[in-house]
């Protein structure tokens, strides 16, 4: 099995991403969502140089994405609202990679997914939620091996430090990586680097996280 990319999402704070990003996670994810307690309002005093930076939006104009992506250098645009196919289109014409975050709570919420082929370079399956993610629960990934699109994804939603024996545990051919957020906070937006830190090892490992 190849190394899960870890993303480490809804980071605010310069110092706690330095720290994060020491770690060795893969990604890490910024919040432009106003609605978020996890909101990036202003560019913090430092951004990750080795990790790839994500720019999180919820039904966000053409126009403001491109603006964010120029500005905070994006790598990634993680799409987390009922943006359609055409708009990712064009999103993906701009030369912008994008991630579609899918909401799962039954099967059903798995048939729009093959809309999107070839649009996106990851897709992500998070917990359903009104709130666009973020919530702390978890959904029943076994729905997710009705799933049987070429395009990668990342698991996200809940996902917590009593999570590896699940993870591990959890196969599928397009599994591509894992995305934490609110269960490795000590406040919205500030990530326990340590909890972080011990969970990874485990889950590289194969120990359990204590």
Sequence with gaps: MAPLIIKVCGMTEA????NVEQLDVDMIGFIFYPKSPRCLCEIPAYLPVRAKRVGVFVNES??????YADRFALDYIQLH?????GYCRSLRSSGLHLIKAFSISQSKDLATVSDYKGLCDYYLFDAKTSLYGGSGNQFDWNLLHRYSGMTPFLLSGGINPYSVKAIREFHHPKLAGIDINSRFETAPGNKDVERIGKFLQA?????TAG
């Design 15 to 18: 110092e706690n991403i330095r």
């Design 62 to 67: 053409k126009e403001t994405i491109l603006m």
């Design 203 to 207: 889950i590289r490992t194969g120990e």
């Design 81 to 85: 609202g009922n943006e359609s196919p």
